[in-house]
């Protein structure tokens, strides 16, 4: 069996920050993820994808963001337990005991932090398209390079399909964008820096074929009310949006609302010594961002550190203290 003060379950940028708190505020930390590398769902889905919205970075692609949050917990030298599920929660002399797959089989720790995220995903599929998954139809593009110099289309009207039109546009031959509706659900500003693009944007309508001898070579739109037109593609990204499952947290005996679980202004969950910060909590105002994520997992730790030791301080001051 092994020990720490905090298990932290979840790897994204939630959790690793959650790790590097951790290790400031003198704990030992385990991070538990079920992918085989840190980053979460931005190494899994969008690793090139530039984020605009964490402060103090205009622009950080999401690899660099990753990589920046492991080498920031680096010195503290959490524990990494990747390709790891914690399957079952119970309790030991007060302390949380986790079941974990793999060689690990068991992890005590004095306080649990979640930061699962959306939990698993799967990309909602394109139902014209299965024939082709592999040879011409992604749902995610982790090496946008990869795309240099090809017929694009991109099905959706989210931010993941406005991201993916803005990132492969100066890449690709072109980039054609459809979407069932008129409007989008992409955040106005992606929307606006896209439309300024030369990227072809087609409303109202659906991608009712597609086409090739083994590997995609068109595909046929058809747009409501009109005719179907053919358009050359090599390459169809179906960014249609995800279904997400806590898995084995659900039979935790977590208080959830929907796919989240419930916490309180300490992050606590209803669980003694459980805490969560990131997508995957709820309450009252919440605002699922990467940046709201960091300071919600401050203050998990926080809150943590107490629970594990009464006489600890909540607040234990600024990193720059000691400097």
Known sequence: MREVDVAVIGAGPAGLFAAYYAGFRGLSVAVVDALPEPGGQITAMYPEKLIHDVAGFPAVKGRDLVANLVAQAAPFDPCYLLGTRAERLSYADGRPVLGLTGDSHQLRCGAVVVTGGLGSFTPRPLPVAQQFVGTGIVYFVPQPTELADRDVLIVG??????????????????VTMVHRREKFRAH??????????????????????????????????????????????????????????LGPLTAWGLRLDRRHIVVDSAMATNLPRVFAAGDITEYPGKVRLIAT??????????????????????????????T
């Open 293 to 322: 994520g960091f300071g919600e997992a401050a203050t998990a730790v926080n809150n943590a550190a107490v629970a594990i030791d009464p006489s600890a301080h909540l607040f234990p001051g600024h990193s720059s203290d000691g």
């Open 188 to 245: 106005a500003a992606t929307v606006a820096r896209v439309l300024d693009l030369p990227v072809r944007v087609i409303v109202n309508a659906e991608v009712t074929g597609l086409y090739g001898d083994g590997a995609v070579t068109g595909a046929e739109i058809t747009v409501r009310g009109g005719a179907a037109e053919l358009l050359p593609v090599d390459t169809v990204v179906a960014a249609l949006g995800f279904t997400a499952d």
């Open 157 to 174: 009207g989210g931010d993941s399909a406005f991201d993916w039109a803005s990132t492969l546009q100066p890449l690709a031959r072109s």
